[in-house]
Nanobody, 125 residues
Framework: QVQLVESGGGLVQAGGSLRLSCAAS????????MGWFRQAPGKERQFVAA????????YYADSVKGRFTISRDNGKNTVYLQMTSLEPEDTAVYYC??????????????????WGQGTQVTVSS
């Protein structure tokens, strides 16, 4: 079955950096758009970034543009989220997700089919 396993979360001071990884198995990874979402306590799940399966185009939420970078390594079946200049407002559980086979990279959480279990990111002020 499909599994997405995130890693790399943790506690960091404001202004610091973290790199999240998401290792995928059970699917033809290179043919799936991938996304990162986050959810803070008491808030809805929020789009963070997405990357296409075919040309590597990337998309970002306005709140993270210029600070976060999504990338993928199809040889390793892994998608990454490099986060810099972290702010306390970035504190959340971060989830990676796989969209539909050969589909566009989308921003809506309900457009994604497979989800990881999440990894906690806490930014202290």
């Amino acid at each position: 079955q499909v599994q997405l396993v995130e890693s790399g979360g943790g506690l960091v001071q404001a202004g610091g950096s973290l790199r999240l990884s998401c290792a995928a198995s059970g699917l033809t990874f290179s043919r799936y758009p991938m996304g990162w979402f986050r959810q803070a306590p008491g808030k809805e799940r929020q789009f963070v970034a997405a990357i296409t399966w075919n040309d590597g185009n990337t998309y970002y939420a306005d709140s993270v543009k210029g600070r976060f970078t999504i990338s993928r390594d199809n040889g390793k079946n892994t998608v990454y989220l490099q986060m810099t200049s972290l702010e306390p407002e970035d504190t959340a559980v971060y989830y990676c997700a796989a969209g539909s086979y050969s589909d566009y990279a989308r921003r809506g959480a309900n457009e994604y089919v497979y989800w990881g279990q999440g990894t906690q990111v806490t930014v202290s002020s």
